[in-house]
């Protein structure tokens, strides 16, 4: 088995642990909360929950804890034996507490099946992780000794291959004695060459950098040209939107105008009337005691205008003040 092998072991460990560890601490909460809220205060019902989370939390924390130590090949010595049973057996306690007192053997049975799950997991958990982290540490060691005996057998080849090339230069150093003139000749040919070679790809080059820079001019003035088209777009879109503003400012102030001047006219028809000879119909005298009050006439008048009592004129005055607190002229606006 290689280590890719044994890591995909362990993240299956690791990931049914978890499964198995969130499935029992979601079951405890629902299982043991109803316990705790009947044996807790009423006023107090809202900390049922609490317990069932706390000691789950402690199994979380074992969980998480045992298994990064078992990974390093440590050991948390046996504080972290006797939490975790502790919070094992207090979850398992919790949980067929109320099978147990009811005496209902088949809830305490099916009760116990998720804490039991979850001791015997954390200690089967805490055992697999121990002996991948042996096996990695033994695959290590193995990999180890591989790689220093391919160093080993490395440095043997860089000594034969140094032993010939040592020999190879050897017989070089005699061959150039009698090719050192032709190979100044070559040098010197050569290094013509690379001279031009040098003026070519520097003509080269600042042609193409003159036309590179040719080009960002261009592109810089197409953009500024884009820019201002824009900018002009733009202005006249606000110039629009401007004069579409104050036409709706206008229309809006022309339609106020008018609502204004028909209640007006509605309110001069209304007192034009004169004095009623008798009590006119309640909706018309309304009617004519909100345009006096508008207009702020006294009581009185309005009262003969419309033909009812003062009484009840100054009634429906008291009411026009306490819903149009403004004064009789913001009637205006709501006959509007």
Known sequence: MNSVQIRSAEKALSVGTWLIVAGAMLYSVLTVTPLMAAHTPKKWDWTAPILPIVVDAAVVIVVRLD????RLGGHGGRWPAVLRWMTGCMTLALNIADSALRKDLVGVAVHAVAPLLLIVTAETGLAYRRAITAAVARLEAEQRAEREARERAAAERREAAEKRAREEREHAALLAREQREHEAALAREHAEREERTRREERAERE??????REAREHAERQREQLERER???EREAAQRRETERREREDAVRREQRERQERAERERAALLAA???TEKLPEGRARQIVHAAYAT???VRTAAELCGWSIGWVSTRYQELRDTTPTGPRALEGAAS
Do not use: F, K
Not at 207 to 212: G, K, L, P
């Open 67 to 70: 298994s990064v130590l078992a």
């Open 296 to 298: 702020g006439l006294p």
């Open 274 to 276: 004169g004095p009623a």
């Open 231 to 233: 900018e002009r777009r």
């Open 207 to 212: 042609a193409r950098e003159r036309a590179e």
